[in-house]
């Protein structure tokens, strides 16, 4: 078995009364880059916090590289961390900036010091900026700073908080591919916190999704996009359908039946028969002219136009849903339809107490 | 944005500041007039044009031996009002001391209630617990009145911070120590220098503690001019006065080289 480089054991914490994290374990693999993924006030920003020493634990342990830091104060911790706000020195330069970990942490010698925040410099193509100061650059090249301040200390783990929560979207969307690279070249084990499923799943090696203090899922992005274990999950990882069912097995392939008379066909052997929730994602949802052969009767609610997708609220009997459908074939609203969602892309999760 | 104000409201705003721009400076060109008079007396417009009074004023014992003792007061009450003063501030910004709306309101109190109640406390304390008025009792009664304002300039720079600063300087391996000497006093220091600005002006100017708390061998420059206006009024007191506001300028245009005066005002 492999070190992890970084391990929470059981970490809870409590605000006075109010507990925020109820038991978190996780081992980190070195080099590993992980998303820490949830919902507003779940406690991402905490538990990143945590790893960092700037909060303490109440109960259970983090050990960082082999060192149980449990309770060493930030300083004393082999770690480097980007905040959501950035949070350069001011009074110093760019160069400067760069400089501060490794002249407070004392690595090196003074020139060996220079070479490596140039080659970081470099790195982040800040090169040519490295004399300025904090607010005579744009929030993006800011960012890239505060990258290049957290990298050149080579730390242990590298935690980042919403790094890219101020930027647009054009410039978020080309960060992420920077960020990639860095990691890449750096090899550094990293903890990225994001609320936006997106980002977390494009980025990581794997997520790790949080509600309400706790991890309600884990896995590699494939995973968790296409098999959501929870409807927590489901509805979390991007707008996915929800139906409460009956499950029927009639005649060997089972179906879930929505009203009477109106089933969607199911993979063999997925679920046994009684009341179920189903999830499909929104993509999946073929939508078929009302005289098709196949497909449960339908009816479109509401269309709506968004550019490159159109978006379809649909009703089937008392159930609400979703489609995204390509511009390719249109129907209007109040138009009736059939919908065929293909049997593998339909998961069952849990059963429903009925 | 100017288009949207009707035109009263405009002629009104314009007759204002004429009016605040003719109370601020006009006592300061009527101080500068009178300096240069070559007359023997007090008036406004000045007779004729001399800098007898100057000389005046920098031949005469009692105007350089008061300037000597204002300069040294305020030179010292500028040094303890900004290093307790950024102290007061930084735990203040903090939060994290119990009370701390009370003990704002408890160390900006002098910026409100009237120096003769301080003057009068002050010196009432000092003789009970110390004794005979001295030098060092004027320090601390000028000291008291000025570190609110340095808590107060120190407070407005930290509030505009980051507040981020201090905690990622600690995770990039700096302890409190080095993080109160590399991230905070740094980001504190335009705010320190205006309240040091501030600091050593009001001790500079100061009548009424000085009245109460000198003991009678002291002579600080605003009671000289004060005595010197009761007792034989003559041009040196605009002499004196006109040079004090050329020390105060002379001071903002250095802060200003320093460190930009943007910041200052922050
Ligand atoms: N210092 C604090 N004192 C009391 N409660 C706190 C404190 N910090 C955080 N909390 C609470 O802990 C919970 C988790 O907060 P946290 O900031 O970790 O959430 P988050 O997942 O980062 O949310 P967001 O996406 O909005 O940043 C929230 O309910 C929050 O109100
Ligand atoms: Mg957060």
């Keep these: 078995m492999t070190m992890a480089a970084v391990e929470l054991n059981c970490v809870t914490k409590s605000f006075g009364d109010v507990q925020v994290i109820k038991g978190v374990s996780l081992a980190i693999r070195k080099g590993e880059f992980v998303s820490l993924l949830g919902p507003s006030g779940c406690g991402k920003t905490t538990l990143l916090r945590m790893i960092a020493g700037l909060e303490k634990v109440t109960t259970g342990s983090i050990i960082i590289g082999g060192t149980n830091s449990t309770r060493l104060p930030p300083e004393r911790r082999d770690i480097a961390m980007v905040f959501q706000s950035y949070a350069l020195l001011p009074h110093l330069t760019v160069r400067e900036n760069v400089m501060f970990p490794l002249r407070m942490r004392r690595l090196g010698r003074k020139d060996e010091q220079q070479r490596r925040v140039d080659e970081v410099l470099e790195m982040v193509q800040l090169g040519h900026l490295a004399n300025r100061r904090p607010r005579e650059l744009s929030g993006g090249q800011q960012q890239r700073v505060a990258v290049a301040r957290a990298v050149v200390s080579r730390p242990q783990v590298l935690l980042l908080d919403e790094p890219l929560s101020n930027l647009d979207a054009r410039l978020r969307e080309s960060m992420q591919e920077e960020l990639i690279q860095l990691h890449r070249q750096t090899g550094l084990t990293t903890v990225f916190v994001t609320h936006d499923q997106e980002e977390a799943l494009s980025l990581s090696d794997r997520v790790v999704l949080l509600n309400e203090g706790r991890i309600e899922q884990e896995g590699a992005p494939t995973d968790l996009y296409s098999a959501p274990a929870t409807p927590f999950s489901a509805s979390f990882m991007g707008s996915s359908n929800l139906l409460d069912v009956q499950i029927e097995a009639a005649k060997g392939a089972p179906c879930a039946t929505l009203a009477p008379g109106s089933a969607l066909p199911l993979e063999p052997g997925c679920a046994a028969a009684g009341p179920a929730t189903i999830t499909f994602r929104q993509e999946d949802v073929q939508l078929l002219p009302a005289d098709a052969e196949e497909g449960i009767l339908a009816t479109v609610e509401t269309r709506l136009f968004l550019g490159s997708r159109i978006r379809y609220v649909i009703t089937a009997g008392a159930h609400r849903f979703r489609c995204l459908a390509s511009p390719g074939h249109s129907f209007a609203a109040g138009q009736a339809i059939r919908v065929r969602i293909p049997p593998g892309r339909i998961r069952v999760i849990g059963r429903t107490l009925a | ?266």
């Design chain 2, 1 to 266: 944005m100017v288009e949207a104000v009707p035109t009263g409201v405009r002629a009104a705003a314009v007759i204002f500041m004429l009016l605040v721009l003719a109370f601020v400076l006009g006592p300061l060109v009527v101080v500068a007039g009178v300096s240069f008079t070559a007359g023997d007396y007090v008036t406004f417009p000045p007779e004729g044009l001399s800098l007898r009074w100057y000389r005046a004023v920098l031949s005469a014992d009692v105007y350089t031996h008061s300037a000597i003792t204002s300069l040294r007061l305020a030179a010292l009450v500028t040094l303890a009002a900004t290093v307790i003063g950024t102290g007061v501030a930084v735990a203040l910004h903090r939060r994290r001391i119990p009370g701390t709306g009370f003990l704002s309101a408890l160390v900006l109190s002098p910026l409100v209630l009237p120096t003769i109640v301080f003057a009068l406390g002050l010196l009432m304390l000092w003789s009970s617990v110390v004794g005979r008025t001295s030098f060092y009792s004027l320090w601390l009664g000028h000291t008291v009145i000025a570190v609110p304002y340095v808590i107060r300039t120190t407070l407005a720079v930290l509030a505009t911070s980051d507040p981020f600063l201090e905690e990622a300087a600690r995770t990039m391996g700096a302890g409190p120590w080095r993080t109160l000497f590399h991230v905070t006093l740094p980001q504190c220091l335009p705010g320190i220098a205006a309240g040091g600005f501030f600091a050593f002006n009001i001790s500079f100017d100061e009548a009424i503690l000085s009245l109460f708390l000198r003991s009678p061998d002291i002579m600080t420059l605003p009671i000289q001019i004060y005595t010197q206006l009761e007792f034989s009024p003559d041009p040196s007191i605009a002499a004196a006065s006109a040079l004090m506001i050329a020390l105060t300028i002379f001071l903002i245009v250095a802060i200003d080289r320093l460190l930009g005066i943007q910041r200052v005002a922050a």
